[in-house]
């Protein structure tokens, strides 16, 4: 459960403000999205093999650009 402490001085837009980068730094908000709907087990690996496909030819263009290939 996430929790947000403050002073007696502080409003409730300073509030919020804590809150939202409290929630970001743990994720909710990700994690919410990609919770929101059903994902079958075969489109889950579909999309990791394309992410490591990508990730891969991002590192290929990086090296052949400095000249390590």
Do not use: H, N
């Not at 409003?11 to 994902?39: D, H, M, N, P, Q």
């Amino acid at each position: 459960m996430t929790g947000v402490y403050l002073d007696d001085k502080d409003s409730i837009e300073i509030a919020i403000k804590k809150f939202k980068k409290v929630c970001e730094r743990e994720g909710i908000l990700t994690e919410l999205k990609k919770r929101e709907f059903y994902e079958k087990p075969s489109i889950k690996r579909k999309k990791k093999a394309i992410a490591a496909r990508k990730r891969l030819m991002k590192k290929m263009r990086k090296m052949a650009v400095r000249g390590d290939a």
